[in-house]
């Protein structure tokens, strides 16, 4: 059973949509790492957050340490957006990071 | 991007044959980590660096060995391949590791994909 969690597997939406991508886990985490897999097969890192919140152009990233939840939120999404998106947590006791299945996103123009 | 090339980016062996996996990085980061990637499962850890000769296990490293002579080379190795190491390996770096109070980000290699028959 995968320590970390995401919703939806899977997600289709109309350019322009506002998308909620969502992480849960189940103990108390040092980090949470959101990151981008291109259909090429390309990893590229857009977030590590330990607390709050943070925002890097249409991306916003939150994190509620209290509820063990995180969410991925595009404003305004382009069809370049369509990608896996895959939440990664290190644990508070374990030195490592382990990772959530993904999201598939796949914007329709 | 991270300057990080993994070698060969795809392969496909015979079951038994040995195979080794190579991942160069022009970043001079100390730490380097395997990853395997196979549907239904997240990236898994498989082993990771934190410096030359310095290497530790993750949690799939049975059947894989890795080794670290230059700061810039992380090999993996299969020394019998099995169908069950069929996967797609990725390579990552970062600078102060995934311990208790780093911040750092880790940088991904392009990826292998490997096929073992």
Same mark, same amino acid.
């Given at each position: 059973?995968?320590?970390?969690?995401?919703?939806?597997?899977?997600?289709?939406?109309?350019?322009?949509?506002?998308?909620?991508?969502?992480?849960?886990?189940?103990?108390?985490?040092?980090?949470?790492?959101?990151?981008? #897999?291109?259909?090429?097969?390309?990893?590229?890192?857009?977030?590590?957050?330990?607390?709050?919140?943070?925002?890097?152009?249409?991306?916003?990233? +939150?994190?509620?340490?209290? $509820?063990?939840?995180?969410?991925?939120?595009?404003?305004?999404?382009?069809?370049?957006?369509?990608?896996?998106?895959?939440?990664?947590?290190?644990?508070? +006791?374990?030195? #490592?990071?382990?990772?959530?299945?993904?999201?598939?996103?796949?914007?329709?123009? | 991007?991270?300057? /990080?090339? !993994?070698?060969?980016?795809? =392969?496909? +062996? $015979?079951?038994?044959?040995?195979?080794?996996?190579?991942?160069?990085?022009?970043?001079?980061?100390?730490?380097?980590?395997?990853?395997? !990637?196979?549907?239904?499962?997240?990236?898994?850890? /498989?082993?990771?660096?934190?410096?030359?000769?310095?290497?530790? =296990?993750?949690?799939?490293?049975?059947?894989?060995?890795?080794?670290?002579? =230059?700061? $810039?080379?992380?090999?993996?190795?299969?020394?019998?391949?099995?169908?069950?190491?069929?996967?797609?390996?990725?390579?990552?770096?970062?600078?102060?590791?995934?311990?208790?109070?780093?911040?750092?980000?880790?940088?991904?290699?392009?990826? +292998?994909?490997?096929?073992?028959?």
């Amino acid at each position: 059973k995968n320590e970390v969690e995401q919703s939806p597997q899977n997600l289709t939406a109309q350019e322009g949509e506002f998308i909620t991508i969502n992480c849960s886990y189940s103990v108390g985490i040092s980090a949470l790492h959101w990151l981008q #897999q291109h259909p090429g097969g390309g990893i590229v890192s857009l977030f590590m957050l330990s607390s709050g919140k943070k925002k890097h152009g249409r991306l916003i990233a +939150t994190i509620n340490i209290q $509820e063990k939840h995180s969410s991925l939120h595009i404003t305004a999404s382009h069809p370049r957006d369509s990608a896996v998106y895959i939440c990664a947590v290190r644990y508070s +006791t374990r030195n #490592q990071f382990y990772f959530g299945t993904g999201t598939s996103l796949t914007v329709i123009p | 991007d991270a300057g /990080i090339t !993994q070698s060969p980016r795809h =392969k496909v +062996t $015979e079951t038994g044959t040995p195979v080794t996996l190579r991942c160069h990085q022009t970043e001079n980061h100390r730490y380097m980590y395997w990853y395997r !990637q196979d549907p239904g499962h997240g990236l898994r850890l /498989i082993h990771y660096s934190y410096g030359v000769k310095d290497t530790d =296990k993750g949690e799939v490293s049975d059947g894989y060995s890795v080794s670290r002579s =230059k700061t $810039e080379d992380f090999l993996l190795t299969l020394e019998s391949a099995t169908s069950s190491q069929t996967s797609v390996y990725f390579c990552a770096i970062s600078s102060t590791g995934t311990s208790f109070s780093s911040t750092d980000t880790q940088y991904f290699g392009p990826g +292998t994909r490997l096929t073992v028959l």
